[in-house]
């Protein structure tokens, strides 16, 4: 078999049925991160500085798309367009068959280390996850992390996760407080999701799968400050989880399209604060913060703090982890250009720490 055709052909529309209607549907057919499409050989491209992707990421797909309407996500179901023309973290994810998604995640072995599925808000996403997550775990090399949708989803299926072999689970809680939440993702957009769900399922997540196995996304810049962000990943390190931030960056056509990305500063000191923090090397209330939330001291010596920067590896993406590397998932300039680099989807070199020190004592 030739490993690309089928691929090529999803993305120039093959399958597709009578007047336009698709019928390229999970769990038959998945959406595939770009930058895992690159990975896996499936789409021409170079990687900046040749990073790495270690973990392919994968989202379920359907013609009617996701329900729900997160004011900053490309998916989100009041901006126009049809689901399969959509971009999600400002670039293409284009569909694939899930058989041929395994043959090449399996000829590339020494490569990918992990497999994401994604979930979306749909109906079908959960029973379609369980069925995906089963032939993954089945016939993969690799362990596989799911991205899960709280909203669909019931104690009981957390424990089917397991069972059926993830080894590991993450929320994207995103919004550092519920205000934010309500106003970004649930009632203030019209949208479906609760703080109190997503928090439920977390928590009964690291009950299931143990402390240090759970994963919750923050996105920073949505209008919290520092200290509410810090204080956030406390309560999370408290209930046995890990956080892992993303920089919010503007997607086109959603509704914050016209919103400020955070400043290079309030990121840097809250990958410090995060660091410490997921390490267990220091806490929340032991900072201090000025008069506008800004942490102007993390609460441990100096020189602590000084061998962290210098090590970089708090700069770099977290996410679930590989073999060797601090996380599998690194997805290559997911929260900003690589002219601007947020999180480092690689090892820093001395030009990315002298950069980095310089942004971490930018108060804007």
Same mark, same amino acid.
């Given at each position: 078999?030739?490993?690309?055709?089928?691929?090529?052909?999803?993305? %120039?529309? #093959?399958?597709?049925?009578?007047?336009?209607?698709?019928?390229?549907?999970?769990?038959?057919?998945?959406?595939?991160?770009?930058?895992?499409?690159?990975?896996?050989?499936? @789409?021409?491209?170079?990687?900046?500085?040749?990073?790495?992707?270690?973990?392919?990421?994968?989202?379920?797909?359907?013609?009617?798309?996701? &329900?729900?309407?997160?004011?900053?996500?490309?998916?989100?179901?009041?901006?126009?367009?049809?689901?399969?023309?959509?971009?999600?973290?400002?670039?293409?994810?284009?569909?694939?068959?899930?058989?041929?998604?395994?043959?090449?995640?399996?000829?590339?072995?020494?490569?990918?280390?992990?497999?994401?599925?994604?979930?979306?808000?749909?109906?079908?996403?959960?029973?379609?996850?369980?069925?995906?997550?089963?032939?993954?775990?089945?016939?993969?090399?690799?362990?596989?992390?799911?991205?899960?949708?709280?909203?669909?989803?019931?104690?009981?299926?957390?424990?089917?996760?397991?069972?059926?072999? #993830?080894?590991?689970?993450?929320?994207?809680?995103?919004?550092?407080?519920?205000?934010?939440?309500?106003?970004?993702?649930?009632?203030? @957009?019209?949208?479906?999701?609760?703080?109190?769900?997503?928090?439920?399922?977390?928590?009964?997540?690291?009950?299931?799968?143990?402390?240090? %196995?759970?994963?919750?996304?923050?996105?920073?810049?949505?209008?919290?400050?520092?200290?509410?962000?810090?204080?956030?990943?406390?309560?999370?390190?408290?209930?046995? #989880? &890990?956080?892992?931030?993303?920089?919010?960056?503007?997607?086109?056509?959603? %509704?914050?399209?016209?919103?400020?990305?955070?400043?290079?500063?309030?990121?840097?000191?809250?990958?410090?604060?995060?660091?410490?923090?997921?390490?267990?090397?220091?806490?929340?209330?032991?900072?201090?913060?000025?008069?506008?939330?800004?942490?102007?001291?993390?609460?441990?010596?100096?020189?602590?703090?000084?061998?962290?920067?210098?090590?970089?590896?708090?700069?770099?993406?977290?996410?679930?982890?590989?073999?060797?590397?601090?996380?599998?998932?690194?997805?290559?300039?997911?929260?900003?250009?690589?002219?601007?680099? &947020?999180?480092?989807?690689?090892?820093?070199?001395?030009?990315?720490? #002298?950069?980095?020190?310089?942004?971490?004592?930018?108060?804007?």
């Amino acid at each position: 078999m030739n490993e690309n055709i089928s691929a090529l052909n999803t993305i %120039k529309g #093959a399958g597709n049925g009578e007047n336009g209607v698709s019928y390229e549907n999970s769990p038959d057919y998945l959406k595939v991160s770009l930058a895992a499409a690159m990975t896996l050989g499936l @789409v021409p491209g170079m990687f900046y500085r040749n990073a790495c992707l270690r973990c392919v990421n994968v989202l379920l797909t359907y013609d009617d798309g996701c &329900r729900a309407n997160c004011a900053y996500c490309g998916l989100q179901k009041s901006r126009e367009g049809g689901y399969n023309e959509k971009s999600f973290i400002r670039v293409d994810w284009p569909v694939f068959k899930t058989d041929d998604i395994i043959d090449l995640t399996l000829k590339k072995k020494e490569m990918i280390h992990r497999i994401c599925i994604s979930m979306i808000t749909h109906e079908r996403a959960k029973g379609d996850t369980f069925d995906i997550l089963k032939r993954f775990s089945g016939e993969l090399h690799c362990p596989v992390s799911i991205l899960m949708t709280p909203t669909i989803l019931r104690h009981e299926d957390i424990d089917k996760f397991k069972e059926y072999g #993830a080894n590991m689970v993450t929320v994207a809680l995103d919004a550092a407080t519920p205000k934010l939440f309500d106003e970004y993702r649930g009632r203030g @957009v019209g949208g479906p999701h609760r703080w109190e769900k997503y928090n439920d399922i977390l928590e009964y997540s690291v009950s299931v799968f143990g402390k240090n %196995k759970v994963g919750c996304h923050l996105v920073v810049g949505l209008g919290e400050t520092e200290k509410e962000m810090i204080f956030r990943m406390q309560v999370l390190r408290d209930k046995g #989880a &890990r956080s892992h931030l993303f920089s919010f960056y503007q997607e086109k056509g959603s %509704k914050l399209e016209n919103h400020p990305q955070c400043p290079a500063g309030q990121f840097r000191r809250l990958q410090v604060a995060r660091h410490i923090i997921d390490y267990d090397t220091g806490r929340a209330e032991d900072m201090k913060f000025d008069e506008s939330g800004k942490v102007v001291d993390f609460g441990i010596p100096f020189k602590n703090v000084a061998g962290i920067i210098e090590q970089g590896v708090a700069f770099q993406t977290t996410g679930c982890p590989g073999k060797t590397e601090i996380s599998a998932c690194n997805r290559p300039f997911g929260d900003s250009s690589p002219r601007n680099i &947020r999180s480092f989807p690689f090892k820093l070199n001395e030009a990315d720490v #002298a950069r980095v020190r310089r942004e971490l004592l930018e108060y804007d």
